[in-house]
């Protein structure tokens, strides 16, 4: 851990930078990979989950079988436990449903905004140790509640070419429409161009290694979107003398365990708290199952000591965490001056752990210092607004002057003779 | 323009298909004067503004004298019509303002939702023949509503140095913070990283030519987030025998008229208004000033008859205009039924310049399908949503145990940690 005192202004640049990351090697295997699933369709995709996953798929959908097995194998406490985070994030997003905004900006001059879902969204799962079924709830709930009408979910197979029974499991419980044992670079070009077998989709959701993160990058290029640029997982942790020093360290130890490159900063005006947190995160690190991925993250953790409050935001704005935990006795200003984060977890009995799985908050948030310009995955992430305007002859009548003399000021004949045109056939001549 | 005749569902691709742009040889270009301006600040961006506007600035922030002599320079008459849209564009937006959304997803569990302004934000207005004022007030205004702390416009000066007086008094009436001389690459590149005199941004918005639109793209790979991706304007109009073909006509030239790669489709399921407004066109055409260009984008435009309504929307819906107008009985049906689009205009008497100007909806919306997935600009795009939870200690009581099984699942040991922990500290023990 790197303990910082009192940093100076000038400093504060590079204590919030980011590991920088090179893609540029990467960008040549994607694009290779993209170029061949869009001209050879499912043979290119089977190729590769052969080449990279060791598995020859005879089938890229999961049946209806294999789903059937994995609720049935599934034990009963984590099914209960899957449903009741569903619910808790169903209830969050659910809230988020907005109706349509309608307003007469002038008389008969009547405008609205309504919101309307992506019609074909794809969802990836990465595979590997831990099974994330936690990031289908994330993704698939606020999907449904949105309307999408196709929800396709993509996630590599193991070697013996089956998908992790609790993924499978939160997918069927959220209404996913189609899963594909389809993993990595191949999966993203899946769904940016389609096959045979997977559709094509509007808009990707969700994390990856950085050859997936390269490759939703590069789908950008072919009209898809999605949903955020991803970087390594971050929390920093503001705490003064009331927070609790134990919680505090289990909760940048939860956050190191992600993996090597996790960020984890702890801000504070207290060198007292800081030197207590230090020492329970050595503690509590000994006794850790992935103590030497944890380990490795802590090494370059900071330990920043501040003045005040003030300064602390302001740094806090600075760095736009994705993670943002305060447990302070100014957890009013805090709440007030944060700008910059993708979630914020308040008070002592608010760990991390609570909005990664089942508070009901989303945990696809930003990274990398993205809270500054984009927010986390929220049900309008699986929407668009349309704007809608109605005018009446009336209308016409009121707005039309304002509309030829604008036209006319920026040169556009046609779009003032479009205006000219209704308001003569109203008998209103220039 | 090109007649099609009830076209068969196979000729659907072709016929949605957009004019494909390559940017290979731009982007080098780009990349060049963005590692310039980087590395050389002001003294770059002015080489580059002597280079590509033919002007040796001193100073590039327009002073406020400069503001001044706009202000007393412009007619009266322009002035007003200014700031009637601004007042509607005021009232449209200010109506989506979100308050904070709260809910208890559990007892002692509360989550709630709420949006923060993007503190840094430029605005890009090209230059050229056309100013387009009308452009600052549909991205200024949201941004003021907002509340973004700075507001930062570019926009290319001409050989003299100047720009035009209604940009600036534009600029000046919706409280811009500063309005630089630059144009094109540079201004993108001045904003993505700073210079000496003009501050970094969080997000760019705003349309440009195809050096502007890759500079922008280029952006989002240095953390600088834009508006949406962009491509040549375009309409579709929907029309019954109930429609007003000199009016249609109209507003497919006033589409056409904003340059050769617009995009100006018809689908009717009427022969009889098909013809009537293909003659209506070309009687107009005749009297337009920018008739070379218009004929240029009307020779390539669509008039497609389909069968029915239903096939017209599904039609309309996978080619996503930009700009939708339905002048039709079934008007009702459309509004219901359109998933993809910018921006909808109903009725005889809403011609697409209402929305262009002074309607109050916005007028920067994805062009080249991108309506599937992205929507126009609104108040939202100058915001981020951050998520906030509090969690009492009957609330991880309540929580803690799905948490747990959920962690463990995932085999995220510290996760449970610090939920354990927290329980252990209220007396239950596992």
């Not at 993993?183 to 959701?205: L, N, P, R, S």
């Amino acid at each position: 851990m790197k303990k910082i005192l009192y940093p100076g202004k000038e400093q504060w640049d590079s204590l919030t930078e980011r590991p920088t990351l090179s893609y540029s090697d990467i960008e040549e295997t994607v694009k290779l990979i993209f170029k061949e699933v869009q001209q050879k369709g499912n043979s290119a995709v089977k190729k590769y989950t052969s080449f990279f996953d060791g598995i020859q798929l005879e089938e890229l959908e999961v049946s209806a079988t294999e789903i059937e097995k994995a609720v049935n194998q599934l034990p009963e406490e984590l099914k209960q436990a899957i449903t009741i985070a569903k619910e808790n994030i169903t209830q969050f997003h659910a809230m988020q449903k907005k109706s349509k905004q309608e307003i007469e900006t002038m008389e008969g001059v009547n405008c609205w905004i309504e919101n309307k879902p992506i019609q074909k969204v794809g969802l990836y799962i990465p595979g590997g140790s831990a099974p994330l079924f936690s990031t289908v709830l994330m993704l698939a709930v606020p999907a449904k509640i949105a309307g999408c009408q196709e929800i396709v979910l993509c996630t590599p197979p193991d070697k013996e070419g089956n998908i992790n029974p609790a993924i499978l499991y939160a997918a069927n419980l959220c209404g996913v429409t189609k899963i594909y044992k389809v993993g990595g670079i191949q999966a993203i070009a899946a769904m940016t161009f389609g096959t045979e077998t997977i559709d094509k989709v509007y808009k990707i959701f969700g994390p990856g290694n950085q050859f997936v993160t390269v490759a939703k990058q590069v789908a950008t290029q072919y009209n898809v979107a999605i949903d955020m640029p991803a970087g390594p997982s971050e929390l920093l942790v503001f705490a003064d003398n009331t927070a609790n020093a134990e919680f505090v360290a289990s909760d940048l130890l939860s956050q190191a365990e992600h993996g090597p490159d996790s960020q984890v900063i702890l801000v504070t005006t207290s060198e007292k708290i800081q030197s207590s947190i230090q020492k329970e995160v050595k503690k509590q690190l000994e006794a850790l199952p992935r103590k030497t991925i944890a380990a490795q993250a802590i090494e370059n953790s900071k330990l920043i000591v501040v003045k005040d409050i003030n300064e602390a935001i302001e740094f806090i704005n600075l760095y736009a965490p994705e993670h943002f935990i305060v447990c302070s006795q100014d957890e009013e200003f805090f709440i007030d001056s944060i700008y910059n984060a993708g979630s914020v977890f308040i008070g002592n009995y608010t760990p991390e752990s609570a909005g990664d799985y089942a508070s009901g908050t989303n945990h696809t948030l930003p990274t990398n210092g993205y809270a500054k310009n984009y927010n986390g995955v929220n049900l309008q992430s699986f929407m668009k607004s349309i704007t809608f305007q109605k005018i009446s002859p009336k209308g016409i009548q009121n707005i039309g002057k304002t509309i030829e003399i604008m036209a006319n000021a920026e040169g556009l004949d046609a779009h003032k003779n479009a205006v000219t045109l209704r308001l003569k056939s109203l008998g209103n001549e220039n």
